[in-house]
Antibody, heavy 120, light 107 residues
Framework: EVLLVQSGAEVKKPGESLRISCKGSGYSFTNYWISWVRQVPGKGLEWMGRVDPTDSYTNYSPSFQGHVTISADKSISTAYLQWSSLKASDTAMYYC?????????????WGQGTLVTVSS | DIQMTQSPSSLSASLGDRVTITCRAGQSISSYLNWYQQKPGKAPKLLIYAASNLQSGVPSRFSGSGSGTDFTLTISSLQPEDFATYYCQQSYSTPYTFGQGTKLEIK
């Protein structure tokens, strides 16, 4: 079974740094891109960017470029999303998802989500 | 960015009803369109990929159609477990974008 397991909920203060993780199992981790998706409480889904675990090549949405860093460590089948200086507006649920497909792609499966709360 | 617009934003329906949700892309995206279902407190779940392909394990009452700019998700006969929020998503080009969601509620 293909599975993505994310790290646990985090509570941080503005200005702090944070890295959350997404560990893949049940498949060859380097076969598929991993994407990160944000969901602000009560709002919709926003694609943030993705990483190719083979070579750690990344591709960001312009809305998130420069605000977060996406990376991967293929030796431990884990992708990461990190912030160097959190803001209250970063409070959201963050999902990772495997990007499956050949000529066209889709997200399946998804991780269970990591809730990040940023508050002073 | 390719804008994705869903309609309606919310919908009230009864058990057994046939329901259709529409998704319109801001430019042609061929068949690069996926549908997801999200229940409260849960991660999204893939229902339909490449516009009309039913994901394994998804009930056959769900179907998708369309190409170019206009797409539909149809639920042929609503079941209690179908009340959720539905999102379309284009995978034609990055940045990938989602529709704003359609919340399906019990009438």
């Amino acid at each position: 079974e293909v599975l993505l397991v994310q790290s646990g909920a985090e509570v941080k203060k503005p200005g702090e740094s944070l890295r959350i993780s997404c560990k893949g199992s049940g498949y060859s981790f380097t076969n598929y891109w991993i994407s990160w998706v944000r969901q602000v409480p009560g709002k919709g889904l926003e694609w943030m960017g993705r990483v190719d675990p083979t070579d750690s090549y990344t591709n960001y949405s312009p809305s998130f470029q420069g605000h977060v860093t996406i990376s991967a460590d293929k030796s431990i089948s884990t992708a990461y999303l990190q912030w160097s200086s959190l803001k209250a507006s970063d409070t959201a649920m963050y999902y990772c998802a495997t990007e499956i497909g050949s000529s066209t792609n889709w997200f399946d499966p998804w991780g269970q989500g990591t809730l990040v709360t940023v508050s002073s | 960015d390719i804008q994705m617009t869903q309609s309606p934003s919310s919908l009230s329906a009864s058990l057994g009803d046939r329901v259709t949700i529409t998704c319109r892309a801001g430019q042609s995206i061929s068949s690069y369109l996926n549908w997801y279902q999200q229940k409260p407190g849960k991660a999204p779940k893939l229902l339909i990929y490449a516009a009309s392909n039913l994901q394994s394990g998804v009930p056959s009452r769900f179907s998708g159609s369309g190409s170019g700019t206009d797409f539909t998700l149809t639920i042929s006969s609503l079941q209690p477990e179908d009340f959720a929020t539905y999102y379309c998503q284009q995978s034609y080009s990055t940045p990938y974008t989602f529709g704003q969601g359609t919340k399906l509620e019990i009438k």
